[in-house]
C-alpha cells in the first residue's frame, strides 16, 4: 500500500505570492494534519482535518487555510507568502481511531526568496 | 499553552556508546509519542507510550513514561550508525501533537 504522498516535493516562491500544496492519506485513513518543521525545530501542528471537517488549528495566522475532499486528500493553502514561511510542510495522516499515531509524508520543501 | 522540552538538543557519541533523550511536559501528558527523523526525511512513529510508569523496549532502544506523566526518555544502548538522527517527542494536545524540538544524534564510527 502506498503511504502519505505530498505534492510538489520542492517549491520555490517570491514574497506575497500563493502557494497550495496537496496531500493524499494512506488508503483507509480519514484524517490529515498538517505540519510546519522549520530547520532545527520540531514540527509545529497547522490544521487537522476529519471527515471534511475542520478538527483542530494552531497558532498560525488567517493567511493560512486548508480543506479535504471527499476522497479525504487535502490542501495547505498559503497567502501573501513571507520568507518566515520557508520550512518543510508536512503531511500526516491518521486512522482516525484513538491511538492518534500520525504517519507523515515526505514533505513539500518551501523557500520564499 | 502545552509546551514539551527535549533535552540535550544535540548528542554525539562513538559507535557502541550508550544514548539517552529526555522529555518533559509543562502539563500532564495522556499519552505520549516518539517519533525518529533521518537527515532529510521524515517523522516516523516509533512508539506509544499511555500507562504511568510504563517501559516499552524495542530491541536496543527502551522508552519509559514518568509516573507522573510529565516527563519520558528514550535510551539506546551500543549506539550504531543506523541510529543517527533526530529523535522527538510528542504529547497530544486536544487533537494536535506538540513536538519537542528533538535531540538530534550523531555516531562516529
Known sequence: DAGVTQSPTHLIKTRGQHVTLRCSPISGHKSVSWYQQVLGQGPQFIFQYYEKEERGRGNFPDRFSARQFPNYSSELNVNALLLGDSALYLCASMTGGTKNIQYFGAGTRLSVL | ?109
Open chain 2, 1 to 109: 499553552g502545552q509546551q514539551v522540552m527535549q533535552i540535550p538538543q544535540y548528542q554525539h557519541v562513538q559507535e557502541g556508546e550508550d544514548f539517552t533523550t529526555y522529555c518533559n511536559s509543562s502539563t500532564t501528558l495522556s499519552n505520549i509519542q516518539w517519533y525518529k527523523q533521518r537527515p532529510g526525511g521524515h517523522p516516523v512513529f516509533l512508539i506509544q507510550l499511555v500507562k504511568s510508569g510504563e517501559v516499552k523496549k524495542q530491541k536496543r532502544l527502551t522508552f519509559q513514561f514518568g509516573e507522573a506523566k510529565k516527563n519520558s526518555s528514550l535510551h539506546i544502548t551500543a549506539t550504531q550508525t543506523t541510529d543517527v538522527g533526530t529523535y522527538f517527542c510528542a504529547g497530544i494536545a486536544g487533537t494536535a501533537l506538540i513536538f519537542g524540538k528533538g535531540t538530534t544524534l550523531s555516531v562516529s564510527s
